[in-house]
């Protein structure tokens, strides 16, 4: 039986690459960063290396990289930071769609004192520009948009959304630890003041992201400690992860962008073959590796099972959310009926799938889906 994995919105595998470069961190190069000593220096030189590595990537400066343990805690940081920070603004704008680190995240703030605005989407995904303009205040402390959508890949367009904050004079922070080396980011082009990175979702190891904080923002730390992160994110550094994070960085192609994009088209073409079936998210402005698909009257839980027994991994939404049964807040906010939101599944390929590993699935998908039809109790 074939073993294929179409989770990797979820996380991906670690590239070889990348394990080579982390591997010497483990039992050569262990030495703290923050030791003084020739050993400890020759790591912090490492660790130094990297942060220039990523913040090149977006248009950074060196300096604006303060290294994390991923995007929960990035996205924490920045929303949680700028609150306990700013004593005159209090109003923070975010979507319906957005991770729940960060949907939990300003629910938390609302009981500490601030008011949020969660922007509407229309039916795939995108928020209006018109509605942020008209949400922004002068008690507005930030707009948190994600970029790229975890679950339906709906791409948000930062350079617009960032004119309007630069013009209202608000802070702008955008997840993108799904995009990030899958769309362009340019910290300057698009102005962004902070922004969320992670490695799981690049070929790169648990554990380790980052956030941009541009210079001169004034932001609360999460963690006290030594001072670590320039006293900004305290916590001996995770300088194997760290490593990894900059070599899958490092080793990110447009042609796996291009080859992805060429396979999740195919994807979906092939997809919408099978007897009705609804494609979730816009079909062209989505992240490259995006596929997040509703089999109309038969569970989603119950596609994904007998995919499973099949050797194939997909998901029913967020992993994070995973634990929930409870209808996915993405698919609600572009206005499915539960019944149809139910019945989706997410697949996410990766610069490893195959064109061969797509005709698998959708040969045993079509079996599958036959067969629940002809068993559902619901009205097809």
């Given at each position: 039986?074939?073993?294929?994995?179409?989770?990797?919105?979820?996380?991906?595998?670690?590239?070889?690459?990348?394990?080579?470069?982390?591997?010497?961190?483990?039992?050569?190069?262990?030495?703290?960063?923050?030791?003084?000593?020739?050993?400890?220096?020759?790591?912090?030189?490492a660790l130094d290396r990297s942060r220039k590595t990523i913040a090149k990537a977006i248009g950074a400066k060196?300096?604006?990289?303060?290294?994390?343990?991923?995007?929960?805690?990035?996205?924490?940081?920045?929303?949680?930071?700028?609150?306990?920070?700013?004593?005159?603004?209090?109003?923070?704008?975010?979507?319906?769609?957005?991770?729940?680190?960060?949907?939990?995240?300003?629910?938390?703030?609302?009981?500490?004192?601030?008011?949020?605005?969660?922007?509407?989407?229309?039916?795939?995904?995108?928020?209006?520009?018109?509605?942020?303009?008209?949400?922004?205040?002068?008690?507005?402390?930030?707009?948190?948009?994600?970029?790229?959508?975890?679950?339906?890949?709906?791409?948000?367009?930062?350079?617009?959304?960032?004119?309007?904050?630069?013009?209202?004079?608000?802070?702008?922070?955008?997840?993108?630890?799904?995009?990030?080396?899958?769309?362009?980011?340019?910290?300057?082009?698009?102005?962004?003041?902070l922004v969320t990175l992670n490695s799981h979702k690049i070929h790169g190891p648990k554990g380790v992201g980052?956030?941009?904080?541009?210079?001169?923002?004034?932001?609360?730390?999460?963690?006290?400690?030594?001072?670590?992160?320039?006293?900004?994110?305290?916590?001996?550094?995770?300088?194997?992860?760290?490593?990894?994070?900059?070599?899958?960085?490092?080793?990110?192609?447009?042609k796996d962008v291009k080859k992805m994009t060429e396979l999740r088209d195919y994807f979906i073409k092939k997809?919408?073959?099978?007897?009705?079936?609804?494609?979730?998210?816009?079909?062209?402005?989505?992240?490259?590796?995006?596929?997040?698909?509703?089999?109309?009257?038969?569970?989603?839980?119950?596609?994904?099972?007998?995919?499973?027994?099949?050797?194939?991994?997909?998901?029913?939404?967020?992993?994070?959310?995973?634990?929930?049964?409870?209808?996915?807040?993405?698919?609600?906010?572009?206005?499915?009926?539960?019944?149809?939101?139910?019945?989706?599944?997410?697949?996410?390929?990766?610069?490893?799938?195959?064109?061969?590993?797509?005709?698998?699935?959708?040969?045993?998908?079509?079996?599958?889906?036959?067969?629940?039809?002809?068993?559902?109790?619901?009205?097809?």
């Amino acid at each position: 039986m074939k073993n294929i994995y179409l989770d990797n919105a979820a996380t991906t595998k670690v590239d070889e690459k990348v394990l080579k470069e982390m591997l010497p961190y483990f039992n050569e190069k262990y030495a703290n960063a923050s030791s003084s000593h020739s050993f400890g220096q020759d790591v912090k030189h490492a660790l130094d290396r990297s942060r220039k590595t990523i913040a090149k990537a977006i248009g950074a400066k060196t300096s604006e990289i303060y290294f994390t343990s991923g995007g929960t805690e990035s996205n924490n940081f920045a929303l949680k930071g700028l609150f306990f920070s700013n004593k005159e603004k209090n109003h923070i704008i975010t979507t319906k769609i957005e991770h729940d680190c960060v949907i939990n995240t300003c629910k938390w703030l609302e009981t500490k004192g601030a008011t949020v605005t969660y922007l509407n989407v229309d039916q795939v995904g995108n928020i209006s520009l018109e509605e942020l303009k008209n949400s922004i205040t002068d008690k507005t402390l930030v707009v948190s948009i994600i970029h790229g959508n975890n679950e339906i890949g709906t791409i948000q367009d930062l350079v617009e959304i960032g004119k309007i904050c630069k013009e209202k004079g608000c802070l702008f922070h955008t997840d993108a630890c799904q995009s990030f080396t899958k769309v362009e980011i340019n910290v300057k082009k698009m102005n962004l003041d902070l922004v969320t990175l992670n490695s799981h979702k690049i070929h790169g190891p648990k554990g380790v992201g980052c956030l941009y904080i541009k210079e001169g923002i004034k932001i609360t730390p999460l963690f006290h400690g030594g001072g670590h992160e320039r006293k900004l994110r305290s916590g001996t550094e995770n300088v194997s992860g760290i490593v990894g994070f900059s070599k899958a960085v490092d080793i990110r192609s447009s042609k796996d962008v291009k080859k992805m994009t060429e396979l999740r088209d195919y994807f979906i073409k092939k997809l919408l073959e099978i007897n009705n079936v609804t494609l979730n998210g816009p079909r062209t402005n989505r992240l490259c590796n995006n596929i997040n698909i509703s089999f109309n009257n038969i569970e989603g839980e119950a596609v994904g099972g007998y995919l499973e027994n099949e050797g194939i991994y997909t998901s029913t939404g967020s992993a994070c959310a995973s634990h929930s049964l409870e209808t996915s807040h993405v698919l609600k906010a572009i206005g499915l009926e539960p019944l149809q939101a139910n019945s989706s599944i997410r697949i996410s390929i990766s610069k490893f799938t195959e064109k061969s590993d797509i005709d698998y699935v959708i040969e045993k998908l079509s079996k599958i889906v036959s067969k629940l039809r002809k068993i559902s109790p619901l009205v097809n």
